[in-house]
C-alpha cells in the first residue's frame, strides 16, 4: 500500500493564481482532512469529509475549497491564492473505526510558496 | 485560543541524557495521540492513549495519560540523536459524526551526538 499520496511536492505560484493540491490513499478510510502547518502554529484544520459527498469546514476554511466525490481521493483547491497561504499543506486519513482514536496517517506534504 | 500547550517549544540536549516534553489544557480530550515529523515529512503516530492516568511504553519512550484526561507528556530515557524530530501531540474531541484532533503546536528536539 503506497498510503497516503500527495502531489505536488513543492510548488510556488504568483498572486491570484489558482491550483488544485491533489491527496489519494488506498486505505479505503472513510475520513480525509487538510492541515497546513505554518512555523510556531502547530497543524491547523482547514477541511475535512467523513465521506464520499460529505465535507465540512475546520478551523481555518477560508481561500479553500475542497470536494470529495470518491473514497480514495480529496483535492484541495486554491480560488486565488494569496501570500498568506504560503504553508505547508498535508493531507491525512482516518477509519471511522478508530473511534476515539482517530489516529491519522499523513501524506509527505505539500510545500506551497505563494509570491 | 491555544487548546493545546507543548512545553518546551524547542530542547537541545546530549546524547544520553533523559527529557520531558508535556502537553496541558484546560479541556477534557477523548483521547489523546502523539506523533513524531522528521524534516521534509508528515507526522507519524507514536502513541494513542484513551483512558486517564493510561502509561505507554514504546522501546525508550513512555506516555502518560494525566488522570483528568487534560494532559500529557513523554518521557525519552537515554536519547538518540535518531531521536530528533518534531514532537506533536494532539487531542480527540467529540465533533459529531467523528472526533476532531487538535494539535499543539510542538515541540522540536535536537539530539546532539
Known amino acids: 500500500n503506497a498510503g497516503v499520496t500527495q502531489t505536488p511536492k513543492f510548488q510556488v505560484l504568483k498572486t491570484g493564481q489558482s491550483m488544485t493540491l491533489q491527496c489519494a490513499q488506498d486505505?479505503?478510510?472513510?475520513?480525509m482532512s487538510w492541515y497546513r502547518q505554518d512555523p510556531g502554529m502547530g497543524l491547523r484544520l482547514i477541511h475535512y469529509?467523513?465521506?464520499?459527498?460529505?465535507?465540512d469546514q475546520g478551523e481555518v476554511p477560508n481561500g479553500y475549497n475542497v470536494s470529495r466525490s470518491t473514497t480514495e481521493d480529496f483535492p484541495l483547491r486554491l480560488l486565488s491564492a494569496a501570500p498568506s497561504q504560503t504553508s505547508v499543506y498535508f493531507c491525512?486519513?482516518?477509519?471511522?473505526?478508530?473511534?476515539?482514536?482517530?489516529?491519522?496517517?499523513f501524506g509527505p506534504g505539500t510545500r506551497l510558496t505563494v509570491l | 485560543t491555544q487548546l493545546l500547550e507543548q512545553s518546551p517549544q524547542f530542547l537541545s540536549i546530549q546524547e544520553g541524557e533523559n527529557l520531558t516534553v508535556y502537553c496541558n489544557s484546560s479541556?477534557?480530550?477523548?483521547?489523546l495521540q502523539w506523533y513524531r515529523q522528521e524534516p521534509g515529512e508528515g507526522p507519524v503516530l507514536l502513541v494513542t492513549?484513551?483512558?486517564?492516568?493510561e502509561v505507554k511504553k514504546l522501546k525508550r519512550l513512555t506516555f502518560q495519560f494525566g488522570d483528568a484526561r487534560k494532559d500529557s507528556s513523554l518521557h525519552i530515557t537515554a536519547a538518540q540523536p535518531g531521536d530528533t524530530g518534531l514532537y506533536l501531540c494532539?487531542?480527540?474531541?467529540?465533533?459529531?459524526?467523528?472526533?476532531?484532533?487538535?494539535f499543539g503546536k510542538g515541540t522540536l528536539l535536537t539530539v546532539n551526538p
Open positions: 491525512a486519513s482516518s477509519s471511522p473505526q478508530a473511534g476515539v482514536r482517530n489516529e491519522q496517517f
Open positions: 486505505m479505503n478510510h472513510e475520513y
Open positions: 469529509s467523513v465521506g464520499a459527498g460529505i465535507t
Open positions: 479541556s477534557v480530550f477523548s483521547s
Open positions: 492513549v484513551v483512558t486517564g492516568g
Open positions: 494532539a487531542g480527540a474531541r467529540s465533533g459529531g459524526s467523528n472526533y476532531k484532533l487538535t
